[in-house]
């Protein structure tokens, strides 16, 4: 598979960024000490590279000007959650338990359209790609099955472009709140999605690019899930099988959350612990 090029891809990550400024004020108390600890950590981390690596002054300067590019470009979003995201969500997973997280990522987008449990995503009258059906239940640490649980659903389409980012996608296609039935089951139609390419002209695409690594996350679908008395869960799925699912560029595949294709089908039973 060659990598498609789109002049406008860059475009996703810096919306990602007006969409994390609008969407995501979250303020936190901590105090000078856990600053100085973690700022102190991360700098010395920093002073190690350069030491052991005998970065130079115009290597200096040339991450400077990188590091200014990237935040001129609005990719700071895309870049953390693609290069950090999955360490912080390793840590939280620590005292998580039932079903496995992953990554937010950066294109998230609350307040979509609520929908029964058996639903087919919003979605262009030609949208491409071939059909998909996921299907499963949410159910407690005990199995028991959660009635009316929320499954916050959004996935890129069969070219790897999230719509509220990428241009000319209608507002709402292939996301969705899907709302599990008294069984706590759910059943989705949608389209399978491709893979998802860092976008190549922008800053984090660069540094991809001069580092010699790929652009590539393997084909995936987000989801939040939600129910009432329990943790929500922020994870994503991913497809046995499928391109780059061993060599995520944003390392957030886990075992657990690989699923099975047949026929065009597959299953995922979400487990939700107490909140
Ligand atoms: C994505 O689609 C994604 O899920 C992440 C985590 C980072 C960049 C693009
Ligand atoms: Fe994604």
Request: glycine share 8%; no cysteine.
């Amino acid at each position: 598979m060659t990598a498609v090029h789109s002049p406008t891809a860059a475009d996703s990550g810096a919306s990602a960024s007006a969409n994390f400024r609008s969407t995501t004020r979250s303020s936190v108390d901590v105090s000078p000490e856990r600053v100085s600890t973690v700022a102190t950590a991360v700098l010395k981390g920093v002073h190690e590279a350069i030491r052991e690596h005998d970065v130079t002054y115009p290597e200096f300067q040339a991450a400077k000007q990188w590091l200014m590019d990237l935040g001129e470009g609005g990719e700071w979003p895309l870049f953390l959650d693609v290069f950090v995201e999955h360490v912080v969500e390793e840590v939280a997973a620590r005292t998580q338990d039932g079903t496995k997280g992953s990554i937010l990522g950066p294109y998230y987008l609350p307040d979509q359209v609520t929908l029964p449990a058996v639903s087919t995503l919003p979605m262009r009258a030609d949208e491409q790609g071939s059909p998909l059906v996921f299907s499963g239940r949410v159910v407690d640490l005990a199995g028991q099955p959660l009635a009316g649980a929320e499954l916050d659903v959004w996935h890129a389409d069969s070219e790897g472009y999230y719509s509220g980012f990428a241009p000319g996608i209608p507002d709402g296609n292939l996301r969705a709140v899907v709302v599990t039935d008294a069984e706590g089951r759910f059943e989705i139609t949608t389209v399978q999605p491709a893979p998802y390419q860092i976008p190549t002209d922008g800053p984090t695409g660069q540094l991809i690019d001069a580092a010699g690594w790929h652009p590539w996350r393997p084909a995936h679908l987000h989801l939040i899930v939600r129910a009432p008395g329990h943790r929500p869960i922020t994870t994503q799925l991913y497809f046995a099988g499928g391109e780059y699912v061993d060599s995520d560029v944003a390392e957030a595949v886990k075992p657990e959350l690989v699923l099975m294709p047949s026929d065009q089908r597959v299953t995922y039973d979400f487990v939700l612990e107490p909140a």
